[in-house]
């Protein structure tokens, strides 16, 4: 049966946080090319001219606007932005995050911190600015782009997941506290997918590279496995944009969609083995896959 879509009107303005690269540029690209009057906030003054010549190419519309989400004051200033030039905002895409990759004993306070106040704290400043926008005209959508990291643990990447579980009981609950408004929130959740996380922009710790760690060549491996895992992965970050044009079209949005074959099988696997049995056999093997080589 057809899912019933939404259909944007004047067009709806949303805003996508993150669209430098990756994932958040291809659904920066996929909204507006599907009739939304998309915003696209880049980290870097020098990444909107590499946007906004992509959108050209696409032959599809896009305003870029500077938006650091650990900055407090320039997220103000471009959520009012947005809401000036459009009238309102119906959207909001918390795409912009960072990865932290290394076992937990070699991670400073300071490469923790600053994940979360990119992941946790950022995406909480994003969503309490456009919030008071939502309330007033009574309808919204806020999309978090999760991660299966959020729903599962993961060898050699502890404060990553912890940062994408703390994104997701944030958006569990957010999305009781706003349903008396009419606003709805939504998790998309994608399995490993290609990106420019995975190669220039990848963010592994200090600590993690030092040969002396007790974990270096157990995380090494680790690092292998995933690798090869992420190329073979047939996940593309346009499958990522159309889950979040559903998220913010659909009548009726799920609370989470999760992106790819692999990972509907894995968490279907959780779902239906008895008790801890999944754990037990899923996790004991990941540890054996790391530590046997290494």
Not at 166 to 189: D, K, M, N, T, Y
Request: with cysteine.
């Amino acid at each position: 049966m057809a899912m019933t879509r939404r259909k944007p009107k004047d067009p709806a303005s949303v805003l996508v946080t993150g669209a430098s690269t990756g994932l958040g540029l291809e659904t920066a690209l996929h909204l507006a090319k599907c009739g939304f009057e998309v915003y696209a906030g880049v980290l870097r003054e020098e990444d909107r001219e590499a946007v906004e010549e992509l959108a050209r190419k696409r032959r599809v519309n896009i305003r870029t606007l500077r938006l650091d989400i650990t900055d407090s004051s320039g997220i103000q200033r471009t959520v009012d932005s947005v809401v000036q030039e459009s009238g309102g905002i119906y959207g909001l895409v918390n795409n912009a995050g960072t990865r932290l990759r290394g076992c937990f004993e070699d991670l400073t306070d300071h490469e923790i911190r600053r994940l979360f106040d990119t992941n946790v704290f950022g995406t909480m400043a994003v969503t309490r600015a456009v919030l008071p926008h939502m309330r007033a005209s009574r309808c919204g959508r806020i999309i978090m782009i999760s991660s299966v990291a959020g729903k599962m643990g993961s060898f050699g990447i502890s404060a990553y997941c912890a940062s994408k579980f703390a994104q997701e009981g944030f958006a569990e609950s957010l999305s009781l506290e706003l349903a008396p408004w009419g606003i709805q929130v939504v998790l998309v959740e994608p399995g490993m997918t290609q990106t420019e996380a995975w190669n220039i922009h990848r963010v592994v710790a200090a600590g993690a590279q030092n040969p002396e760690s007790p974990y270096y060549s157990w995380f090494q491996e680790s690092e292998r496995i995933a690798d090869r895992m992420v190329r073979s992965s047939p996940i593309k970050p346009a499958d990522v944009a159309e889950a979040v044009y559903k998220a913010l079209s659909a009548r009726r949005p799920k609370l989470r969609y999760l992106v790819g074959r692999r990972a509907r099988l894995v968490f279907a696997l959780r779902r239906h083995l008895p008790g801890e049995s999944f754990e037990r056999l899923f996790f004991r093997q990941v540890v054996r896959m790391v530590t046997r080589s290494a």
